[in-house]
């Protein structure tokens, strides 16, 4: 075990290489520098074009340098080991400011959770554990109350939520309550009261919510014919206890797995959710940096957001051993 | 991965249980499994409204230029921002005008014919792309789940790389770099997205068809026609593939609507569709880019943001409601319900 997650471990720093390579290479295909790349703007003179390169390091070699000195000090190679130091370079737009900072870095004075990261990662807990407060029960009823209008409901909405996107059901929801109903303020300025996150992240967790009630319902659709419930029926036990002892133990060992990579979807896939609401979180700040073309920005996100999701993946890998014995890890 | 891919991602794997009972349904009565499956698709109400809506969406999209009462691009200066036809605001605006159903955007547009234009972009996205997924997902998890070697471990590898790169992510990444480039610019902004969405989707049904070959290649139907002296190529695509289109199948129903809600998020942030200005092209308008374009109005004429997000809303559960029922005729074993 300890030698599979150590490998697993090690996989990780090639998965992220050609994550950052491929990025990279997307960036530096696109035409013109990143100064002159929006025709609409103010063009930048050719003077302080050469200084913004120079101070950026842009005027370097992109992957070795071969005009003599050190061969590594190139675009590419700089730009790794200082992502491995934990340093992704400055905005090419918000003067004065690393990326690392602008995803990580509270407002002065402030906790770390009042950091973009922060704020994302509070929204995405709290849209899964929605999720998971209101799927599994939902998922459970429906299975024990099979073809009544509980289960019936409960397909319904589900279905619902895994088929229709959730910033189609974002706009839905925003027209409903915003503008018709008038009973929420779409642009929030004050993310300090509780009331304020319910509705952003209730949308978001939408379609979590819908995939975990499908699948506890048709996990413990499954569990209750097995034999040892039929066992546990004859000798007598109540139930109750078959449902917490025999059966919920075993239905919710695919629930528990797909929480991780879900955790992940929700932190990273809030993006259109959170510049909907105007949410501070990182979502928006990627948003912003595709409008206004900044690079470095772009590229940091990336490569975060994939750290993000290949952890959560081998957290998964690892889990489902410890919850499932019979699951062996080669 | 973002929701969509992970839930997408499900389907492919639960597809592929979809295709074991073949052997059950052969031993009955000389009926064909696609037979069955046909009788039990129909016998969905679900899946039969969704196909029903397909059928019309398809016809929507192609007889486009027949069924809208208006020029998409047309500017009727005057009437701009006219709310749907039965809503009345004369009180404190503009009230709705038969001539056009559904309101003007703007510009005066007829929104009622953008969206059916719009439909034709949906429905090239969710088709081009999955035809091209599906022929070269096919040809390699065939070949990597037949020789295995080289090309199964290099298959798995880019897997892991593809599955680790949040999708949506990719998507924006490259429709922002490329997006001004002679590529960028093919067939509107269509072409790069039509390869963008392969480039992610492939592996996935690579993988798929892999591990449906891998358990079909012991079995004895292949061992028969290899014992003939049948050549490879054709126990790959005679033998092995015929009995792996089931799986096959109903990732496809479900790579069609992922693609439109791609296309959809993408146009929403503004990387979608060019706007087109010429009336004679094929792509004017995208449900997405008309998504964009109601973002900005959605305080006072909600119904520029509403009727777009309605037609991928119906749209996408279609498909879903017919991925379900395909999964379900396919193999009743892994029906959802039971």
């Known amino acids: 075990m300890t030698t599979y997650i150590i490998r697993r471990l090690l996989w990780l720093v090639p998965v992220l290489f050609f994550v950052a390579l491929i990025t990279f290479l997307l960036m530096h295909s696109a035409p013109g520098g990143p100064w002159d790349r929006d025709p609409s703007a103010r063009q930048v003179d050719a003077t302080t074009q050469k200084t913004l390169n120079q101070r950026f390091g842009l005027d370097k070699a992109l992957f070795l340098n071969l005009d003599g000195g050190n061969p590594f000090d190139s675009q590419?190679?700089?730009?790794?080991?200082?992502?491995?130091?934990g340093d992704l370079g400055p905005s090419y737009r918000q003067r004065g400011v690393d990326v690392q900072d602008i995803l990580f870095k509270p407002p002065k004075n402030k906790p770390f959770w009042e950091s973009r990261f922060g704020y994302s990662a509070r929204l995405g807990l709290l849209a899964m554990g929605l999720a998971v407060v209101f799927g599994i029960p939902l998922g459970i009823v429906a299975a024990l109350r099979r073809n009544s209008w509980v289960d019936y409901s409960a397909l319904f909405v589900s279905t619902m939520g895994i088929s229709v996107p959730s910033f189609v059901l974002g706009i839905f929801l925003i027209i409903i309550l915003a503008t018709q109903l008038n009973v929420l303020t779409i642009i929030q300025k004050d993310w300090s009261s509780p009331a304020a996150w319910l509705v952003p992240a209730s949308i978001l967790g939408f379609g979590t919510f819908a995939y975990i009630t499908r699948?506890?319902?048709s996990s413990m659709l499954e569990v209750m014919s097995q034999d040892y419930v039929r066992t546990a029926r004859a000798k007598g036990l109540g139930p109750r206890l078959i449902i917490s002892r025999h059966m919920l133990r075993n239905a919710l060992i695919p629930v528990?797995?797909?929480?991780?990579?879900?955790?992940?979807?929700?932190?990273t896939g809030a993006f259109i959710i959170e510049s909907m609401f105007a949410f501070p979180g990182m979502?928006?700040?990627?948003?912003?940096?595709?409008?206004?073309r900044d690079y470095s920005?772009?590229?940091?996100t990336t490569l975060f957001f994939a750290f993000l999701v290949v952890l959560s993946n081998l957290a998964v890998d690892i889990v489902y051993g410890f919850l499932d014995p019979r699951i062996k890890v080669e | 991965m973002t929701a969509t891919a992970t839930q997408a991602n499900q389907k492919i794997k639960s597809a592929a249980d979809a295709k074991q009972s073949a052997d059950d349904v052969f031993s009955r009565a000389p009926r064909s499994l696609w037979h069955d499956a046909w009788t039990r698709l129909l016998s969905n109400k679900a899946a039969v409204v969704g196909g029903v809506m397909i059928l019309l969406f398809v016809f929507v999209a192609i007889f486009a230029p027949l069924i809208a009462p208006h020029n998409p691009l047309e500017l009727n200066s005057g009437k701009g921002f006219?709310?749907?036809?039965?809503?009345?605001?004369?009180?404190?605006?503009?009230?709705?005008d038969p001539n056009f159903l559904l309101g003007t955007d703007n510009l005066g547009r007829d929104v009622l014919s953008r969206l059916i234009y719009g439909a034709r972009v949906s429905l090239v996205v969710g088709i081009v792309p999955t035809i091209i997924i599906l022929f070269v997902g096919i040809v390699v998890g065939l070949f990597a789940g037949y020789k295995g070697g080289k090309v199964d471990n290099g298959l798995m590898r880019l897997t892991d790389i593809v599955y680790a790169f949040p999708d949506l992510l990719f998507f924006i990444i490259v429709m922002t770099a490329l997006r001004n480039t002679a590529i960028g610019q093919l067939l509107n902004g269509l072409f790069l997205l039509f390869v963008a969405l392969a480039i992610v989707n492939w592996v996935g049904v690579a993988r798929l068809v892999r591990g449906q070959t891998l358990s079909h290649k012991e079995k004895e139907f292949v061992l028969a026609a290899r014992a003939t002296g049948v050549p490879t190529s054709r126990i790959m695509y005679n033998h092995i593939l015929p009995n792996s289109l089931g799986p096959i199948i109903v990732a496809a129903a479900f790579l069609i609507p992922g693609a439109i809600i791609t296309e959809a998020i993408l146009g929403y942030l503004g990387l979608g569709l060019r706007p087109a200005t010429d009336p004679t092209d094929i792509f004017i308008t995208s449900w997405g880019a008309m998504l964009l374009d109601g973002q900005s109005a959605i305080n006072n004429q909600p119904w520029l943001l509403l009727a777009p997000a309605i037609c991928v809303a119906i749209v996408v559960l279609s498909f879903n409601f017919v991925g379900d029922g395909l999964r379900d005729a396919l193999d009743p074993r892994t029906r959802v319900d039971g």
Not at chain 1, 256 to 267: E, K, M, Q
Not at chain 2, 82 to 87: K, R
């Open chain 1, 297 to 300: 920005m772009i590229m940091g």
């Open chain 2, 82 to 96: 006219l709310p749907p036809a039965w809503v009345d605001r004369s009180a404190t605006g503009k009230a709705g």
């Open chain 1, 256 to 267: 528990a797995t797909i929480l991780g990579p879900a955790l992940a979807a929700l932190v």
């Open chain 1, 76 to 85: 590419f190679i700089n730009y790794i080991t200082g992502a491995i130091r």
């Open chain 1, 283 to 292: 979502g928006r700040e990627y948003v912003k940096s595709i409008g206004n």
């Open chain 1, 215 to 217: 699948l506890t319902r």
